[in-house]
């Protein structure tokens, strides 16, 4: 390892590489509780050091775990005591934007915000969105194909991503760096990289797709009696609002109070007495179409019987307020241990699924709470759960959340990706083809197994056993 490490900083330089304490007191930036357990971190600072980092890794064998804004939730970051950490940290460059091919050129290690911020500057807009923006990096939204709240008009990242530069485990670099939206010229090999948690290769640039920045935000919060309504609100606001529908975001009653009660910082917009709350939001061109058009969809949700009160945003700083109640998850941290879920599933299975989950986690543990919220209008739901009193209630609170999918087509994860946490749950949402046929890219790509090892999936077939979803 003294020899590797002695090359690894011959190839960053000053600064380059981090080794001990320096390492490990990077923990505190994991939104999960688990540490650091690697002890030393490089650091390059072009896709060139990049790939000379992997080439000498690769030579020997040598485990490497990319690292961007800490932020997920599924322990893809998360480290042995021998791997090796990638932060793409120092390679934080806007390299450009074309404004008239409405593009956005990138290094890996810039945080999404700063993108979203550079973007508004060319009046222009980055459409992904998520609470996490101020840390996460374009890097780890590209490898866990991120979601966010606007996924109902824009997509996931995979979307918004026209072009990358990758890095391969034995140091080969791919550069894709595509401009265009239409490009069928054989494979398309960013997708190995998009979604696929740095276990394929290391995402060094990117070419961002942006769209032409909304002049009108149209902000809405509703309370809705019934879940029946929910589906029926969804398709009545996204034919009124003549597509700029742009988010849905549905909460569940605790939820809602838990976000808008001291000590969070919101106040309640509504009474806290309905069952579900959705805040809802259309992007437009023109201010005072576009609120004519919200005030008048909100009229027939409200003749319908869709909706029982509501509130519109009257200026920035109340559409502000009510988007930071939403993004308000870490409230749920008050009530130790917390198990964080991420699903998806057709909307028609919701409200039964939800039913099934309760009934599991009552079974299993007698008392527990459940915080649901999500972005309804594509599937998403995420619980915060609360049960039993340490960390070995997860497996519990595991087979309660994800074993009720296996029946209804649902998936165990819509936008955090698998990691250590829900490779045992694969076989859920994925078929044993499916899974062979990633080991087989996964050999291919990286046949020594450095990259993210462990995640996702074991590399060798039988290495360990799925969950049983059919057992009690």
Not at 137 to 165: F, K, P, Q
Not at 347 to 369: H, K, Q, S
Request: proline share 4%.
């Amino acid at each position: 390892m003294a020899d590797l490490l002695q090359t690894l900083s011959e190839i960053t330089g000053p600064g380059g590489v981090l080794t001990g304490t320096d390492v490990t007191s990077r923990a505190a930036g994991i939104w999960m509780s688990e540490s650091i357990e690697a002890q030393t971190m490089v650091r390059p600072k072009t896709t060139a050091e990049v790939s000379a980092v992997l080439a000498a890794c690769h030579e020997t064998g040598q485990p490497v775990v990319a690292h961007g804004g800490l932020t997920g939730l599924v322990g893809s970051a998360l480290t042995e005591r021998g791997d090796v950490i990638l932060s793409l940290e120092r390679m934080n460059r806007i390299e450009g934007v074309d404004r008239v091919n409405r593009t956005m050129t990138v290094q890996a290690g810039t945080v999404l915000q700063a993108v979203q911020e550079c973007a508004d500057e060319h009046g222009l807009m980055y459409p992904l969105d998520l609470g996490g923006r101020g840390s996460c990096t374009i890097g780890g939204n590209i490898s866990t194909n991120a979601g966010g709240n606007r996924v109902i008009r824009y997509g996931m990242t995979r979307d918004m991503v026209l072009g990358l530069e990758a890095v391969l485990a034995d140091g080969m670099v791919v550069s894709s760096m595509n401009e265009m939206i239409k490009n069928n010229a054989g494979y398309d090999l960013k997708q190995l990289f998009i979604g696929t948690e740095g276990s394929l290769g290391v995402v060094t640039r990117a070419v961002l797709r942006l769209r032409e920045k909304p002049r009108s935000q149209e902000t809405l919060f509703v309370a809705v009696d019934g879940f029946d309504k929910l589906p029926e609100l969804l398709k009545l606001m996204d034919a009124r609002l003549g597509g700029a529908l742009s988010a849905f975001e549905v909460l569940w009653n605790n939820f809602y109070r838990l976000v808008s009660t001291p000590p969070a910082k919101q106040r309640p917009p509504l009474a806290q007495d309905s069952p579900y709350y959705v805040l809802i939001e259309a992007m437009g061109g023109d201010d005072q179409t576009d609120k004519a058009r919200a005030e008048a969809a909100l009229e027939d949700a409200y003749e319908a019987g869709l909706v029982t009160d509501a509130v519109i945003a009257q200026s920035e700083a109340q559409r502000l307020e009510l988007w930071a109640m939403r993004d308000d998850v870490e409230q749920i941290n008050r009530f130790p241990p917390i198990f964080i879920y991420d699903v998806s599933l057709p909307i028609p299975r919701m409200e039964a699924y939800v039913e099934d989950v309760n009934r599991g986690l009552a079974e299993t543990f007698g008392t527990y709470r459940n915080f649901a919220f999500g972005h309804l209008g594509d599937g998403n739901l995420h619980f915060g759960i609360s049960a039993g009193s340490d960390n070995s209630a997860k497996k519990g609170v595991d087979r309660a959340v994800y074993a009720p999918l296996a029946g209804i087509g649902g998936s165990v994860s819509a936008e955090h990706g698998v990691g250590l946490d829900k490779k045992a749950w694969l076989s859920v949402s994925r078929t044993p083809d499916e899974v062979a046929l990633m080991r087989t890219l996964k050999q291919a790509l990286d046949p020594r197994g450095i990259l993210n090892p462990g995640k996702i999936f074991d590399a060798a077939e039988g290495a360990r056993e799925d969950v049983d979803v059919a057992a009690g």
